[in-house]
Nanobody, 123 residues
C-alpha cells in the first residue's frame, strides 16, 4: 500500500512561482514512476507531467518550459516546480504513483493517488 500526501498549494499571482511536494510511503518509491495531474473547476482531470524511476521527465504541452518535476528518492518525495504561472493553472493538483517505472500520461495507469492540493493563480 502506498500513501501520497501533497503539500505546497496556495494562492499565487500570475507570473509567480510555487513548488508542490508529494511525500510517499511504501518501500518501492525509487522504482515507481510518479505523475502530476490537475483538475480545474468544471473541467476534466488533466495530465501535467511525470517522472520515470530513473528521473526522465515528460510534460504536457501546456506546462512545458514552465513546470519542472524532480524526485528525491531518499526522502520519498516528488516535486512540481511551477514557474511563470498563469490563471489557467488554477486547480487541484494531484500526485499519483504507478508500479511501473515508466512514465505514462493516462491516469488509469496509476495505482495510487493523493488527496490533492489547491493552487489558485490570481490575475
Amino acid at each position: 500500500q502506498v500513501q501520497l500526501v501533497e503539500s505546497g498549494g496556495g494562492l499565487v499571482q500570475a507570473g509567480g512561482s510555487l513548488r508542490l511536494s508529494c511525500a510517499a510511503s511504501g518501500r518501492t518509491f525509487s522504482s515507481n514512476a510518479m505523475g502530476w495531474f490537475r483538475r480545474a473547476p468544471g473541467k476534466e482531470r488533466e495530465y501535467v507531467g511525470s517522472i520515470s524511476s530513473v528521473g526522465s521527465t515528460y510534460y504536457a504541452d501546456s506546462v512545458k518550459g514552465r513546470f519542472a518535476i524532480s524526485r528525491d528518492n531518499a526522502k520519498k518525495t516528488v516535486y512540481l516546480q511551477m514557474n511563470i504561472v498563469k490563471p489557467e493553472d488554477t486547480g487541484v493538483y494531484y500526485c499519483a504513483s504507478r508500479s511501473s517505472g515508466y512514465y505514462n500520461s493516462d491516469p488509469a495507469r496509476y495505482d495510487y493517488w493523493g488527496q490533492g492540493t489547491q493552487v489558485t493563480v490570481s490575475s
